[in-house]
Each structure stands twice: as C-alpha cells, then as structure tokens.
C-alpha cells in the first residue's frame, strides 16, 4: 500500500503562484511514475503532469506547459507541482497520483495505469 498525502492548494489571484506538494508514504519505494492530475466542477478529472522515479522524465498537459513545473524529491519520496502565471480556469481539485508499473512516458497522460489516489487539494484562483 502507497498512501499520498497532497498540501498546499489555496486561494490566489490570477497571474500568481502555488506550490503543491505529495508525500507518499508506505510502499513508495516501488513507486515508478507520480503524477498530478484535476478536476474543476462539472468535470472530468484530467491529467495535469507526471514524473519517472528513475530519470525524471516528465510529461506536460498542454495547457499548462511553460506554467507548472513538477519535480520529485526521492528521499523524501515527495513530487511537486509549482504553478505559475496561474488562471482562473486553473481552479479546480489536484489530486496526486501514483504508478507502481513500469510503463512508457506516452502512458504517463492515462488515468489507468495509477494505482493509488491522494485526497485532493483545492486550488482557486480569483479573477
């Protein structure tokens, strides 16, 4: 069992920043890709970004490609998300997500292949 805990969300203004986090905790060490993914009221949950263990490749939606960042700190077994130039239409519930597979980086953007489920955080951004 992998149990991952989101922080950070918030409230802020359109144009500013947020910094999210995920700590996981059980068995992350067998953790292989870890993603944020999103979902606004009325929504679909989508996919945000994603990150290997092993390499640090990352995968961008492309609507927040250039905005957000993620990284993962492995000794702490923590991913981050740091949002930038944020927009309202950014507002919704991030939710972290872990992949014990092994799986290529296309796959990374597909809710499937994540095997556990933070709570969510919620991240509003005001006009």
């Known amino acids: 069992q992998v149990q991952l805990v989101e922080s950070g969300g918030g409230l802020v203004q359109a144009g500013g920043s947020l910094r999210l986090s995920c700590a996981a905790s059980?068995?992350?060490?067998?953790?292989?890709?870890m993603a944020w993914f999103r979902q606004a009221p009325g929504k679909e949950r989508e996919f945000v970004a994603a990150?290997?263990?092993?390499?640090?490749?990352?995968v961008y939606a492309d609507s927040v490609k250039g905005r957000f960042t993620i990284s993962r700190d492995n000794a702490k077994n923590t991913v981050y998300l740091q949002m930038n130039s944020l927009k309202p239409e950014d507002t919704a519930v991030y939710y972290c997500?872990?992949?014990?597979?092994?799986?290529?980086?296309?796959?990374?953007?597909?809710?499937?292949?994540?095997?556990?489920w933070g709570q969510g955080t919620q991240v509003t951004v005001s006009s």
């Open positions: 997500a872990a992949a014990m597979g092994y799986v290529g980086v296309p796959s990374y953007r597909e809710r499937n292949i994540y095997d556990y």
């Open positions: 059980g068995r992350s060490f067998s953790v292989n890709v």
């Open positions: 990150i290997s263990r092993i390499g640090g490749s990352t």
